[in-house]
């Protein structure tokens, strides 16, 4: 439950509302240089909460890579959240239980101590993946298989080419309740960039869900209205996760005085339209939407190359910004179904008792953080946000 201990009586200033606009200006201004927090509710006085105490949220989509750069990002995630599904698209892909066990024991390994935190496992669906090795990692406790469209996003080149092809596999998942994470985008060089995603929900994600409609689906990291909205019509085995550069950002936030590398991510922003749908979907309350950062950390020189790798990283950061996004949108009082209720609802697993609050505390986002032997550059990094989380 959402508890205030602190309010005041504030004047909103600007005239941003939940249908979106200034929204949009707000993440060109972050990247522009700008606060990224300039824009805020509509209404003329608002009740400005202090503090801000919920359920300690789990994070449905998380990249935390391996090595010593793993090791350097896992602690940003166990601080805030309790739980994370975790990834599978190393190189090579973790596409075996055995490979998910190993994988998750590392990332255990990275947590600091006293620090309560369990990763979720993902195997990586390919063209052969087979029914047994789902009943092999329903066995061991993963959770889920992620569908990457063969060369959709970052390391998803042994991806699936057919869906056709693993299908005995997608029967055996719905029997036996382990999900299926969808990135959604066809990757048809045909298909215009910005319209993969709606292509991929009529030409693949329908035919498979008629195929096997009791499979249980998560569309990852949603970005269009198109998604929203068959999301919140489709049956109750379908739902999504929102990440918050989604919410906050539209393409312009790619191009504001110069090409934004540290924005890039896939799927990759969209129209201002398309955000204010996201941003709807993730206040309105249902039960069908939850908390994915899908924060993917990349060492600065490989997002500033001439090739620049697609991921933005949010996990330092990431429930100041969700904050900020839930107040923007007058929605404060639905961040904890969102975070920390829904998520755990759809995949079957018991909510969080723990608590985690966020304070009215500004902090100005650091320039970076230790990535290996690199360093990797946060979302809104050198902005100033106005929550952060009480450690």
Sequence with gaps: MLRTSVTQSARCAGTATTSGRPFGAAAAAAAAGRRPGAAVTAGAVAEAVQTLTITRPDDWHLHVRDGQPMRDVVPHTARHFARAIIMPNLVPPVNTTQAA???????????????????????????????????????????????????????????????????????AMADTGVLLLVHGEVTDPE?????????????KLLPLLDKVPNLKVVMEHITTKDAADFVAAAPANVAATITPQHMLMNRNALFAKGLRP???????????????????????????????????????????????????????VAMAIYATAFEKAGALDKL????????????????????????????????????????????????????????
């Design 101 to 171: 066990v190993e994988y998750g024991k590392r990332i255990s390994a990275a947590v600091p101590p006293g620090v309560q935190f369990t990763p979720l496992m993902t195997l990586y669906l390919t063209d052969k993946t087979s029914p047994e090795e789902v009943y092999a990692a329903k066995a061991a406790g993963c959770v889920a298989f992620k569908l990457y469209p063969a060369g959709a996003t970052t390391n998803s080149d042994s991806g699936v080419t057919d869906l056709n092809k693993p299908i005995a596999a997608l029967k």
């Design 191 to 203: 298909v215009d960039m910005f319209d993969r995603e709606a292509v991929f929900i009529t030409q």
């Design 262 to 316: 540290h924005n890039y991510c896939l799927p990759i922003l969209k129209r201002e339209k398309h955000r204010e749908a996201i941003m709807g979907a993730a206040v309105s309350g249902s039960r069908k939407f939850f908390l994915g950062t899908d924060s993917a950390p990349h060492p600065k020189h490989a997002k500033e190359s001439s090739c620049g790798c697609a991921g933005m990283f949010s996990a330092p």
């Design 336 to 391: 904890e179904g969102f975070a920390s209720f829904h998520g755990p609802d759809f995949y079957g697993l018991p909510r969080n008792t723990d608590k985690l609050t966020l304070v009215r505390s500004p902090q100005r986002v650091p320039d970076s953080y230790a990535f290996g032997d690199s360093t990797v550059i946060p979302m809104w990094a050198g902005e100033e946000i106005p929550w952060s989380v009480q450690l």
